[in-house]
């Protein structure tokens, strides 16, 4: 444990370092920027229009993130060749994969907390209209790019990081499909075909159960009870996924 | 040195012509409005592939439908893909209020008043509680439906109003319109009963607006006047009621 620790700062530091932050400062300047462009284009809309679009960017901006770190995280470690330096100390693959993650998790959790805070404070400054469930939708989002990014880590441990980058963006957009796997396996008559949709629906990490947009705009009441099984059910694919990245690192050869 | 000169001219040079293409751009005249007939996808195909961000979608549809609306107003007077954006932007946000309320106007412009009062029927029955839908189905039935019997018309409208003065919020104005349009409409009693509930509950002006529609709708004759108010007794508090006959028998020995 002490040792996943370790790692896992190492991790945290390393990303930090990298200036990932620097996405929340996009992030901020482009909120700015689009609440201005906002208020005077959507018909007295900004309040709606911030919460929606904003979490959003804070989607697409952490998916950008959390891809193309976590591609390279392992990776870069191997190309380098400081893996060998620290396998050579008493650290197991499988400490490793765990380590790596949890620091990138770390940063994660960083970036969707400032992107979060900021969108928060500026419809609250600006439009006058917070609401808590931006907060709840940002945590929603980063449980969501945390799986996006055990699974980019699953393929940097078998591929190379572009590879590992797009198949990790493929899997988050397949992510927002898995419902239309279920119904391709509902139309299909053999039983062969329905049984294989089934297992691409199951191995397809469902993102889009629950959307919590919609109550943030004030269309919809979510309920805690779907909310607590999805994040259940995600952070059982995260732990599922990170454990197949570890057994398959152990087995890897350099 | 002369390398370094060089290299500073050539990027200095390469900002001067980014910068001069785009202002001589910038100068060129407003596009024409494009064509009105755009294409818009069903709102099934991204309720299938997109659940996630249907509500987004339809707030990106909704700017898009402003900035169509407001070129082509400006322009060509032509809305042709008008009805397809307002069922895409209501069908993905079915509780957007404001989409409901714009379309409803827009669509006047796009000669299509059928199309305003289906879509804001169709928002009242996702927004049963907000006072504002039945209040402009009213209007829009009051004012433009194209059915000739102006009396059918005028219950239809007041129909409406007297529901929207049921709903949290609505202005006192609203039950005074039902009022009215039902005393055009013909039906007198309720018209009557109507006045006398918005005397119950209504402020100073509304309570004046009803003495005076009042005095016109019941019978002159004392006797009959009796009767008729009499029968108004549990349509407002009793302290109400003592203010409200000697208000509508004032004249009368």
């Known amino acids: ?76 470690e191997v190309e380098k060749r400081t893996v060998f330096v620290l396998f050579s100390k008493p650290v197991g693959r499988t400490e490793f994969i ?8 770390a940063t994660m959790l960083v970036v969707l907390a400032g992107m979060g805070l900021f969108l928060f404070l500026l419809t609250l400054v600006v439009a006058k209209q917070a609401s808590g469930w931006l907060l709840v939708a940002t945590a929603l989002i980063y449980l969501q790019l945390l799986v996006v990014m055990a699974v980019t880590v699953f393929f940097s441990t078998v591929s190379s990081a572009i590879l590992a ?48 947009k919609p109550t943030v705009v004030g269309e919809a009441s979510a309920s805690w009870a779907s909310i607590a099984a999805w994040g259940g059910y995600l952070v059982a694919y995260i732990v599922v996924v990170v454990l197949a990245a570890s057994w398959v690192f152990r087995r890897k050869e350099f | 040195m002369l390398k370094r000169s060089v290299s500073v001219l050539v990027a200095l040079a390469c900002v001067a012509g980014v910068v001069v293409y785009q202002a001589h751009a910038g100068t060129k005249p407003a596009p ?66 404001q989409a409901y309320f714009f379309s409803a106007f827009a669509l006047i412009d796009a000669n299509r008043p059928d199309l305003s009062y289906h879509y804001l029927l169709a928002g009242y029955k996702a927004n049963p509680t907000d006072w504002h839908f039945p209040f402009y189905l009213g209007f829009f039935a009051w004012t433009y439906a194209s059915n000739k019997d102006r009396q059918h018309v005028a219950i239809v409208a007041a129909d409406f109003y007297s529901q929207a003065a049921k709903l949290p919020g609505a202005l006192p104005s609203v039950a005074r319109l039902a009022a009215a349009l039902l005393a055009k409409g013909g039906e007198k009693q309720k018209a009557i009963e109507t006045w006398a509930a918005i005397y119950g509950q209504g402020d100073k002006y509304s309570q004046q607006k009803a003495i005076a529609a ?31 006959v000697s208000a509508i028998f004032r004249g009368y020995q």
């Open chain 1, 1 to 76: 444990m002490r040792r996943i620790y370790a790692i896992a700062v190492n991790t945290f530091r390393e990303t930090i370092r990298d200036r990932v932050l620097g996405v929340i400062v996009l992030f901020a300047l482009g909120m700015i920027i689009a609440s201005l462009w906002l208020a005077s284009i959507s018909l007295n809309q900004q309040a709606r229009m911030m919460k929606d679009f904003g979490l959003v960017a804070v989607t697409f901006f952490g998916l950008v993130v959390a891809v193309f770190v976590a591609a390279s995280l392992v990776h870069k």
């Open chain 1, 98 to 105: 765990w380590g790596k993650f949890l620091g990138l998790a």
């Open chain 1, 165 to 212: 980058s797009v198949l990790g963006i493929s899997v988050f957009v397949a992510g927002q499909l898995s419902h239309n796997v279920l119904s391709l396996s509902r139309l299909g008559n053999g039983v062969v075909l329905k049984a294989a949709s089934w297992i691409v629906y199951v191995l397809i990490p469902n993102l889009s159960a629950v959307d919590i």
């Open chain 2, 32 to 97: 024409a409005a494009g064509d009105p007939n755009v294409f818009v996808p069903s709102a099934k195909f991204y309720t299938d592939f997109s659940p996630s961000f249907r509500t987004s979608i339809a707030d990106a549809y909704w700017l898009q439908m402003i900035q169509y609306y407001g070129e082509h107003w400006k322009t060509d007077q032509r809305f042709d893909a008008l009805p397809a954006m307002v069922d895409l932007v209501t069908t993905l946000s079915p509780r957007f209020k």
């Open chain 2, 214 to 244: 009042l005095d016109a709708l019941l019978p002159q004759g004392k006797q009959e006047r009796v009767t008729v108010v009499t029968a108004l007794r549990d349509l407002m508090p009793a302290s109400q009621y003592s203010r409200f």
